[in-house]
């Protein structure tokens, strides 16, 4: 009797430690097959997403081809090339008290600057900085603007000693709005749409100035806005200030847009009279470029129907910072559905829309730890994912590798765009662009906003973009700086070259 049940015990754990033998192998396969899986969603959005130099030249003529038609008529191409109205770049003349007011991005910025000529350059600044309540950003236009009037208000307040206009003179005040304007003259200018998440209910097709001069007088400011100006654009003077050899400017921060220096004759939509300095500065909004050559997945497809303004800022949703993240999210998310990358259950932060924010890309993009701490880390306090294996911070990591060099080679591949257009890419056309003294003239390219100015691996790949593009002995003429927040202190400088007192 003991033998038979010695014997059916025997049997019994034979077949258990089968089964469990068979249940690890069968796990084990899985999850290779998990593993696998995983790595082909990577490599599907790698093949996808990747730009080979050829491919960047064809993106840097279609940019030229599209600033061309853009340039001859209105709606000529989904480049608008807005005009400025900027005939007068800053030359370091202007002398007097300015003030700014910088709106467009998360936060907003008065300021004030006492300007000295080219001697004093600016003797004194001031600014303040506030963050935009969101409500405000969902709200009316109205309310927005009353905002902006009260901060002003209260900076104006407190202008102290050292702050003073010519005599004679009223205060006079450049106003940076970072969105498509169409514009009648430096000071005044209709809202095309509102972009980068702001979804006011009012506002497009009303004069800027009118909505920020009425708003002002609630606030009790007596104040003149004397330029209007776009944040590339006022980039493009703070820098110009500094040196005259600026002829571009780009933002990449929440938004992506430049602007540059154009031959008024070129221009051929513009009907006005010819300006004294024969060039005008031209808003690209080329967040809004488009071209079946860039290189757009499933997920770009989805992030942008699921988007405010689906159809619309398509090169922008590939580079721009407010988006960056959220692309990493939805790959991280599908290979969380397919292939388990978090375990069993699909992490319920992946599914919340701009839950992962480019700072963090940049951070955990940039961790050089052997463990990856920094990325196991924002993984847990970002989206709520704790213990995290080695192996799965490596493809995090992979992820925001793909993301920002796609998003870096566009924006280059667009300098180069528009430093071929005008003449400044070493190619034939470059003969326009000789100094007196036969050399090749410099070109410098002024940079702004958060994300060049604080993600290193993207900045890398840009300018790599750029000199691959144009070659060693053209990029030994280009420069390509940080121009760090010149876009408020530049509309202040052009308020000063377009004041009317002048
Ligand atoms: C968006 C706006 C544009 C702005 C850019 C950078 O693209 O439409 O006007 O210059 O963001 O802030």
């Known amino acids: 009797m003991m033998k038979k049940i010695g014997v059916g015990l025997a049997i019994t754990s ?15 396969i899985r999850s290779r097959k998990n593993w696998n899986h995983t790595l082909s969603i990577l490599q599907e959005f790698q093949i996808e997403s990747s730009l080979s130099i050829s491919r960047l030249r064809q993106i840097v003529d279609a940019m ?34 300015y003030y700014g007011l910088d709106l467009g991005g998360t936060n907003f910025r008065v300021l004030r600057v006492q300007l000295g000529g080219k001697e004093g350059r600016v003797i004194k600044q001031e600014y303040e900085e506030v963050p935009i309540p969101p409500q405000l950003m969902v709200g009316t236009n109205e309310e927005l ?20 206009p010519r005599p004679g003179q009223d205060r006079e005040l450049g106003f940076t709005f970072s969105f498509p304007v169409k514009q009648l003259s430096i000071d005044s200018g209709c809202l095309l749409k509102w972009t980068k998440g702001f979804a006011i209910s009012d506002g497009i097709g009303k004069d800027v100035v009118q909505s920020l001069q ?16 776009n944040d590339t654009v006022g980039t493009l003077a703070g820098a110009r200030y500094w040196n005259e050899d600026v002829m571009m400017a780009v933002i990449l921060g929440t938004g992506t847009n430049a602007c540059y220096v154009e031959r008024a004759e070129a221009i051929t939509k513009y009907q006005g009279e010819t300006p004294k300095s024969g060039t005008m500065v031209i808003n690209m909004e080329w967040g809004n470029f488009w071209s079946s050559l860039l290189p757009k997945t ?23 910072g407010m988006y960056l993240g959220d692309i990493v999210r939805r790959v991280l998310l599908r290979m969380s559905e397919e292939s388990f990358l978090f375990g069993t259950e699909v992490p319920p932060s992946l599914f919340k829309q701009f839950v992962l924010r480019t700072p963090d890309l940049s951070k955990m993009h940039q961790d050089e730890s052997s463990d990856l701490r920094e990325v196991g880390r924002i993984l847990k306090h970002a989206l709520g994912i704790a213990n995290t294996p080695l192996k799965v911070r490596k493809i995090v990591v992979e992820l925001c590798d793909l993301v920002t060099e796609r998003g870096a080679k566009l924006c280059g591949a667009g300098i180069v765009g528009v430093l071929k257009k005008i003449g400044r890419d070493g190619s034939t056309a470059g003969s326009r662009a000789k100094s007196e003294s036969g050399r090749a003239k410099k070109t410098v390219v002024a940079m702004d ?37 010149g876009s408020g202190i530049g509309a202040a400088l052009l308020a000063a070259s377009h004041s009317k007192y002048n």
Request: charged fraction near 25%; aromatic fraction near 8%; charge should be negative.
């Open 449 to 485: 906003g958060g994300l060049y100015e604080h993600y290193p691996n993207f900045r890398r790949y840009l300018k790599e973009t750029v000199e691959d593009l144009l070659g060693e002995e053209a990029y030994a003429n280009v420069s390509v700086e940080l121009s760090k927040d």
């Open 14 to 28: 034979a077949a258990v430690t089968c089964a469990v033998a068979a249940y690890i192998v069968s796990r084990r």
């Open 214 to 229: 009425e708003a002002m007088k609630k606030q009790g400011v007596n104040m003149r806005v004397a330029a209007l100006v």
């Open 298 to 320: 499933s997920y770009d497809e989805d992030l942008d129907s699921e988007s405010l303004n689906p159809g619309e800022q398509g090169f922008e949703k590939l580079i721009s």
């Open 64 to 97: 030229t081809v599209e600033m061309h038609a853009g340039l001859a008529s209105e709606g000529g191409s989904k480049l608008r090339m807005l005009l400025s109205y900027v005939d007068n770049l800053p030359t370091g003349d202007e002398q007097g008290l």
């Open 145 to 164: 603007f009353d905002y902006i009037a009260t901060k002003l208000a209260h900076f104006v307040e407190k202008e102290g000693d050292g702050f003073h």
